[in-house]
């Protein structure tokens, strides 16, 4: 049975238990501390459940209301009496959403009689789970969305950073920790599943390499579990990067996120006191954060999902754009198509920049594609793949063909082969043109289609298209503060 396969047949589980008043939500969780009961048991590290909860315990009981006795009974005490770390985080303040005992031990039988390797004895029990997070994203009554970021935008943009060994790499923001999984994924599949590292190097990989931080509980709990489930044994804070504890956060190769959309709540600044320009838009101090965060190398580099009014905002926004490119080449801007997140008609972009040695004048040209202007409407007729940024990639490499990236990809920005790219969604936009746009960046987006019987209205267009764009803007940010108050 293939991962996609056994994840449908877990998630269609939770139908049988909708009569027990239990949201997609809350199954995820509750699935989330049976799996990992489960899987203590196929990793042999049960020595860190307690002896009496452990998996086999639930699945040799006959007697449902007993075992569900026990189950509940394991929630509210297995923190205190676990000697694992990441155990007592998964299982912190923990309590189960099921009432009735039979749905307990339908779950348990249920996930006892799957196999979880394939036929080349590869585990799928990550794959599994990453395909369960994605189907909680698209509930939309679940609000989960928010945490999850496509997985074929993840892929493109770590194959575009390629991360190296020995590197630190973070996700301030890091929901269920995706980006940090598929980044921890390309080096493994480079690198034989770090067999042949030295015990050192495999240890710094598998616990320190990469880490994150998430202000949910709910998602924090996720991203503990996902991180497991994939090998991995990372450092994920429960936190808010934008307190104090966030200026703890520094010195990193990589920095690879997709911050909240929104306003921090109430309209409050940030509480830390290093931002040269706190403001209460959420996604402009995580920006800051992100570039003052990687190393002073001339080879720390990033990639972040932003909205667009992080473009355009003025006053503190602008500040920061400026900011951001004198400490960093902010070379490229992907202006990403809408509707491929949970939250329909948000516009987002992809900034790519890398954190220069000195602090001014590192951005000298800006290189944008338009992947958003007549472009497919993505959806479940149109699925949203990797194939859709062939273009994009191999403009971004300069030429490099879109099969080959992982292989001949090293990260490095070669201009000179950007300039010989020939397609129209591709331009370089110089500092001082962006400088005399008072630093807006809301710039690289081909004509419309739609609009070409119109041009000869001229300037009466232009003037309707900004003003639509600052409406979207306010939409974009009344709907996070509706999203946040549910």
Known sequence: MSAEEIANKLWNLCNVLRDDGVTYHQYLNELTYILFLKLSDVKDFSEHIPEEFRWQTFVQETDNAEAFAKYKLFLATVSSKTTSESIREIYNDASTSLRKPVNFRTLVAAIDKLDWYEEDDRDVMGDIYESLLEKNAGEKKSGAG???TPRPLINIMVDLMAPKLGER???????????????????????????HLSEKDRKFQVEEAFSGVELVGDAHRLALMNARLHGMESRIYLGDTLTEFGKSLKGFDGVLANPPFGTKQGGERPTRDDFTFPTSNKQLNFLQHIYRCLKKDGKARAAVVLPDNVLFEDGDGQKIRRDLMDKCNLHTILRLPTGIFYAAGVKTNVLFFTRGITETDNTKNVWFYDMRTNTPNYGKRTPFTEKAFEDFVLAYTGGIPFDEVEAKYDGLINEEHRKKIKDERWQCISRDEIAKKN????????ADSSLSNSDDLGE???????????????????QAMINELK
Do not use: C, H, V
């Open 460 to 478: 009466p267009i232009d003037i309707a298209k900004q003003a639509m764009k600052e409406i979207d803007g306010i939409k974009e940010q009344l």
């Open 146 to 148: 928010q945490y999850f």
């Open 169 to 195: 790499w973070n996700d301030p923001a890091a929901g269920t920790f995706g980006f940090m999984i598929s980044a921890d994924y390309y080096l493994r599949s480079k690198y034989d599943s770090y067999y």
């Open 439 to 446: 630093y807006s960046l809301d710039l690289g987006l081909i």
